[in-house]
């Protein structure tokens, strides 16, 4: 949880007034959700590495997941990924 909030309050430090900052994890979240503008990696304290930075431009209108999942494009993954995943589970007799 550390770690995640020091990422949030950096990103409520770098935004100017009036805008929203997300981590590219918090993107992830969101895609579908909101409009954003990517604003490249920036350097942010108690990170080693830079962090890429987007901000949020605007709702979509999309508001549930059905829909989210009608409009974004497919993740293609392979047969063996499938396989991989399937072993991972437990054996039922």
Same mark, same amino acid.
């Given at each position: 949880?550390?770690?995640? @909030?020091?990422?949030? %309050?950096?990103?409520?430090?770098?935004?100017? $007034?009036? !805008?929203? +900052?997300? !981590? *590219?994890?918090?993107?992830?979240? *969101?895609?579908?959700? &909101?409009?954003?503008? $990517?604003?490249? %990696?920036? #350097? &942010?304290?108690?990170?080693?590495?830079?962090?890429? &930075?987007?901000?949020?431009?605007?709702? !979509? #209108?999309?508001? !549930? /997941? +059905? /829909? #989210?999942?009608?409009? @974004?494009? +497919? /993740?293609?993954?392979?047969?063996?990924?499938?396989? +991989?995943?399937? /072993?991972?589970? $437990? #054996? &039922?007799?």
């Amino acid at each position: 949880m550390g770690q995640t @909030m020091n990422v949030a %309050a950096r990103m409520e430090q770098m935004a100017a $007034p009036g !805008s929203i +900052l997300i !981590s *590219a994890g918090t993107l992830n979240l *969101a895609e579908g959700y &909101v409009q954003e503008k $990517p604003l490249g %990696a920036s #350097k &942010v304290k108690g990170l080693e590495r830079p962090l890429e &930075v987007f901000e949020i431009t605007g709702a !979509s #209108k999309i508001r !549930s /997941r +059905l /829909r #989210k999942a009608r409009q @974004m494009p +497919l /993740r293609a993954t392979s047969l063996f990924d499938d396989l +991989l995943r399937l /072993r991972a589970f $437990p #054996k &039922v007799a």
